[in-house]
């Protein structure tokens, strides 16, 4: 498309966008007219502002840049917003506080990119614009793995504020597995204790055999996973965790090995990568552990959604364990095979009964209770079959959302997963829209996300460089169903501008930090 000007290169896309004459100067003299509920909205202005211009933004009655609310506004939903730039003044409006959040992301990119810092309050000058704005999806999420590789909180902020950027909404924090457990519970200190820390990784692919000697480790406080929620909260973004069962659970077996069909067995948090065999027993006293564990993981998490894993769970254990044999019988199964269902039936109604939503990895969703919102990894038609049986479901189709495949094919790229190679216009392809003789599915898809599994991964310029420019590419499609790939492509090469300003290696794997030095909006 021809730019008219390049900072109207928005991702993603706008609805509704026309150019309009003019420029809105920021200065020394701007005032912010601060609506009531509109609060929060001016607060992470002024965040992204202040480090640019030097400028508090202070509230005045008689401001000419106004952050307005009206809940009488109709159609914008819960995120969407109206923007008006132009020579004499900005309106932001929304029905709700975060279609006002929403909106400063889109101040924020029409920004300079290079703002230089300003101390001395010359302002910068917003493009004169007018834009109304709603999401076509309510869930646009990213899932980040920080079991395999941890993270610190003070990482997992940032990585909030790219994705807030680009209009995401949900954190997919998937905080354990069998190579880590990284969520203190204070019933259970030994789940970060020992299930914190690895002896040693795998250096290959799953199987390789071949490991490096390094141990590996790290885990949340309490406090840092309740500061992380307020950060992503306040950017519009609702972290939502995993804590998975009845597999990928090694390092939790590792902690407590009561928990497992072999209970006298010492087992290590896992170092390889791929499927483990082993999974959680089926006493009672594992589904009660697991609902201790899950109230804390509650507590610290409000999230409406809660997500306890489910995927790849090998049931060899099961059907040699006469204890496992007999509770399936004992609960009128067809066989030990049947307690995957059962199991996730168990959790599944903890979380319903605590007034939270589960959500489950799952291809369509025959064994899982109604009441779990499937997240469908394989081929979206397990996603409409899901639908089909009454779940909501969210898009996670490997081979459009996994970004830990490679970028490219070719040796230049780092190790990445094997299989597939997953490229951005893959990525832009993701299949959202129900078939055409189904259209009602519609209803049942709240959205998709990107994942960044991180076997592989284990610094912030990989997690990015792996993640951009393939979120920008999901984000528009979660923002705007239709999408327009050449479009899309025309805007990208302003928005990298964007990406490099903000130090995201997004063209190459650097060896440098990937932090810039100062911090541009
Ligand atoms: C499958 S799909 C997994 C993850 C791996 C990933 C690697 C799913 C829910 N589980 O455990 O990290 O593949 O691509």
Redesign the pocket.
Known sequence: MDLPRPELALVPRPRRLSPRPGRFRIDRTTRLRVAPGAEAAAGLLRTYLAPVTGLRLEHADDAAFVLALDPLLTGLGEEGYGLTVGLHGVLLRAARPTGLLRGVQTVRQLLPYQAPVRPDGDGVDLPGVEITDVPAYPWRGMLL?VA?HFQPVSYLRRFVDLMALHKLNVLHLHLT?DQGWRMPVAAYPRLTEIGGRRERSMAGPAGSGRFDSRPHGGTYTRAELTGLVAFAAARGVTVVPEVGVPG?VRAALAAHPELGNHPERRLDVWTHWGVCPNVLGVGDHVLDFFRTVLDEVMDVFPSPYLHIGG??CPTDEWEESPAAIARASREGLEGPRALHGWFMGRIADHVVRAGRRPVA?AENGTALPPECTVMS?RTPEHAWAAARRGHDVIHAD?RST?F?YARAPGPEEPLA?PGHVLDLRTAYGVELTAPPAEPALAERVLGAQGQL?T?FVTTPEHIEYLTYPRLCALAERVWDADGDWPDFRARLTGHEARLDALGVPHDTLPQRPATPTHAPV
Do not use: G, P, S, T
Request: glycine share 0%.
């Open positions: 793995d395999r597995d990928h995927d790849e990895w990894w490997h996994y830990d997963q599994w076997e």
